[in-house]
């Protein structure tokens, strides 16, 4: 069992220190995990206070401490996403779609915007990015693959076709996706991605991570229990961690 993506800091509501991140992996050890990855946005990189987590790893000698990052992407920043990725050895790295044309969409009361709009064409601007951060080879793992759905609006076109040509980005670049228990938390009420996208995303062979997007200690490993029965019924044999940017199998017993 792991957590793939947890966030030290939340949204900057708490400082970066060694109790702070004994909080959470006290939390993982009491969920039983084997591995969890910590991955604060990059808005706050300058409070990240990384070298923090080498420090406090070796308390917990039963847990695989990983450092990452969860990066916002933006096609005019690629190059910049590159420098910052390239001045730390992080273990992994997701990349996310947050913005379309400047415009946060997954904020709260943003809501009336998504009904205002074209479904259709929301979902398909929002894949359309997702494939750009794919292909752009920066990340290791796409976050919370339909994000897009958070306010509960769904598209005419079946969902299958709109995220085909992310989902063919992301499997050609070797990108894990992460099974995101935090949607069932919002209001679309469900995990990310939706169990027709997973078993599409099984059929493709695409690497599958866990994450919880846990904000508070107490969220580290929120769910995942279920996820990991839910994909061992659908067929899934394993699940990837990471170390050095590379995938590590976790075979589901």
């Known amino acids: 069992m792991l957590d793939l993506h947890v966030h030290l800091i939340g949204e900057r509501d708490r400082p970066a220190t060694k109790d702070n991140i004994r909080a959470y992996l006290d939390q993982a050890v009491r969920k039983?995990?084997?591995?969890?990855?910590?991955?604060?946005?990059?808005?706050?990189?300058?409070?990240?206070?990384?070298?923090l987590f080498k420090e406090v790893a070796p308390e917990y000698p039963e847990l695989a401490v990983r450092v990452g990052l969860e990066v916002d992407y933006r096609l005019q920043d690629e190059s910049k996403i590159r420098a910052l990725l390239n001045s730390f050895p992080f273990d992994f790295v997701i990349g996310s779609v947050h913005e379309i044309e400047g415009w946060a969409f997954d904020l709260p009361g943003e809501e009336k915007i998504h009904r205002d709009k074209d479904a259709d064409t929301l979902y398909r601007e929002y894949f359309t990015l997702v494939a750009q951060a794919a292909r752009s080879k920066l990340f290791t793992t796409?976050?919370?693959?339909?994000?897009i759905k958070i306010f509960g609006v769904r598209p005419r076109t079946d969902v299958l076709r709109l995220a085909d040509e992310a989902l063919t980005a992301v499997e050609e670049n070797d990108c894990a996706l992460e099974i995101n228990t935090n949607g069932r938390y919002k209001p679309i009420g469900e995990f990310y991605p939706e169990k027709r996208l997973v078993a599409e995303i099984q059929r493709r062979g695409i690497a599958i991570t866990l994450g919880s997007d846990a904000h508070r200690p107490e969220v580290v490993g929120r769910d995942l229990d279920e996820v990991v029965e839910e994909l061992k019924?659908?067929?899934?044999?394993?699940?990837?961690g990471f170390k050095g940017r590379k995938q590590a199998l976790y075979l589901l017993g």
Do not use: C, Q, T
């Open 142 to 147: 796409i976050g919370h693959f339909d994000l």
């Open 32 to 51: 039983g995990l084997k591995e969890i990855g910590f991955a604060d946005h990059d808005l706050y990189w300058e409070d990240l206070r990384l070298e």
């Open 233 to 240: 019924l659908a067929g899934v044999k394993e699940i990837v």
